[in-house]
C-alpha cells in the first residue's frame, strides 16, 4: 500500500530563499511541495507593519489549510515582524535564523566569521547578536540581492558584484560565510573565486536535514514523485 505524500509548507518574501525548492525536490522523492511568497517589495512599500503581519497570518492559513505537515518560514524578514503569529502555529515549522544560528555556534564557535546580508538584514542584528564568534565581519550584499533578482548569475556583471563585496574581507582570515539569504548560494562559483579557502553555510542542505529529522525521522526517502506549488 502507497504511503500517503506529506507536504511541505515553504513561505517566504521576496522569493529570496526560492533556490531551497532546488534541495527540498531534490532530497524528498515523494511528497509534495507549496512554496507561498509575499513581494514585500512591490506589495508592502509604504504599507504599515499591521498590514504586513495580517498578509502573512493569511498566507500561513493557507498553507495549514492545505494540509501542509511541516512550515519552513524561510524568510527572516517574516520573523522579524511576524514571530507572535508563527509562535500561534499548531504544525511543527522550522525557522531560518534559528538554524542558522544554531548550526554555527555548534560547528563555528569562536571562529571568524562573515555575514553576507542587505541592509535592513544587518541592520536589524537579528543573527549577529547571537552568534558567538572571534571576529565578524558585515558584509553588504544589497548589490548581489539586484544581481541573482534579474538572473545574471555566473556573468561578468555577477563576479564584478561579488568581488565588491567579499574583496574587503578577503584577507580577515574567515572560516566561514553565512548567507542571510538562501539565493546566495547560487553565487557559490563568484564567492570561491575571491575567498578560497573558506567554507559557505550550506543552509539549504541544513533545512532539508531538519525537515527530515522532523517528518521522516531521518528515515531514507521513499521513492515516489514529487510536486511543488508555487503560489504568489
Not at 535564523?97 to 563555528?108: D, F, L, P, V
Not at 564557535?109 to 535592513?120: D, P, R, V
Not at 538584514?121 to 541573482?148: C, G, P, W
Amino acid at each position: 500500500m502507497e504511503k500517503e505524500k506529506k507536504v511541505i509548507g515553504v513561505i517566504d518574501a521576496d522569493n529570496n530563499n526560492i533556490y531551497v525548492l532546488n534541495t527540498l525536490y531534490n532530497t524528498f522523492k515523494n511528497c509534495e511541495i507549496l512554496y507561498y511568497n509575499t513581494n514585500t517589495v512591490e506589495k508592502y512599500e509604504g504599507l504599515d507593519e499591521e498590514t504586513f503581519v495580517s498578509d502573512v497570518k493569511n498566507s500561513i492559513d493557507f498553507l495549514i489549510n492545505n494540509k501542509v505537515d511541516i512550515l519552513v518560514v524561510a524568510s527572516d524578514t517574516i520573523i522579524e515582524y511576524c514571530m507572535p503569529v508563527i509562535e500561534e502555529i499548531k504544525i511543527p515549522y522550522i525557522l531560518i535564523t534559528e538554524e542558522t544560528i544554531n548550526y554555527i555556534n555548534e560547528k563555528y564557535e569562536y571562529k571568524n566569521l562573515g555575514f553576507l546580508a542587505c541592509t535592513s538584514v544587518i541592520e536589524a542584528n537579528m543573527y549577529q547578536k547571537n552568534f558567538r564568534y572571534n571576529h565578524l565581519y558585515n558584509m553588504t550584499s544589497d548589490s548581489l540581492t539586484e544581481t541573482l533578482k534579474n538572473y545574471k548569475v555566473k556573468t561578468s556583471e555577477s563576479f564584478q558584484e561579488t568581488k565588491m563585496v567579499v574583496g574587503p574581507v578577503s584577507k580577515k582570515g574567515l572560516d566561514i560565510i553565512i548567507p542571510s539569504s538562501i539565493n546566495y548560494l547560487m553565487l557559490k562559483i563568484e564567492i570561491f573565486e575571491f575567498l578560497k579557502e573558506v567554507d559557505l553555510l550550506p543552509i539549504d542542505e541544513v533545512i532539508a536535514e531538519k525537515v527530515n529529522t522532523m517528518l521522516y525521522n531521518n528515515l531514507p526517502p521513499i521513492k515516489g514523485k514529487t510536486n511543488v506549488t508555487i503560489i504568489e
